[in-house]
Nanobody, 129 residues
Framework: VRFVESGGGLVQPGGSLRISCIVS????????MCWIRQQLGKEREGVAC??????????GDSVRGRFTIFRENAFNSRSVHLQMTSLRPEDTAQYFC?????????????????????WGQGTQVTVSS
């Protein structure tokens, strides 16, 4: 499984940003794609998830109403995007695209490091004036 993440950067509070992840060489029939972030000195936190059949989406309490997750399929790759609006300084983090086999279950986010089999390299989002 190969990942290409993009779209991170510096944005002012209240601004918007979209981060994207293209996943290729994935052979799973049903899987969950998530954005998981890690703030400096903190544990990894599940931000948003979507299942490969689009039947389930999840948004964390801290981002619900401000972030949107959606997917796109191409011939030989899958992509997942996180549209972030009304950004706050506390959204500053390294954002990782991660894939777990099977449909989304909330328990996946209890220990992301252990429950997600595939990880991208991460993209930094910094919200600051």
């Amino acid at each position: 499984v190969r990942f290409v993440e993009s779209g991170g950067g510096l944005v002012q509070p209240g601004g918007s940003l979209r981060i994207s992840c293209i996943v290729s060489e994935i052979t799973l029939d049903l899987y969950t794609m998530c954005w998981i972030r890690q703030q400096l000195g903190k544990e990894r936190e599940g931000v948003a998830c979507i299942s490969s059949n689009d039947k389930t989406t999840y948004l964390g309490d801290s981002v619900r109403g401000r972030f949107t997750i959606f997917r796109e399929n191409a011939f030989n790759s899958r992509s997942v995007h996180l549209q972030m609006t009304s950004l706050r300084p506390e959204d500053t983090a390294q954002y990782f695209c991660a894939v777990a086999e099977g449909p989304f279950k909330a328990q996946m986010l209890e220990s992301p490091t252990n429950n997600f089999q595939y990880w991208g390299q991460g993209t930094q989002v910094t919200v600051s004036s």
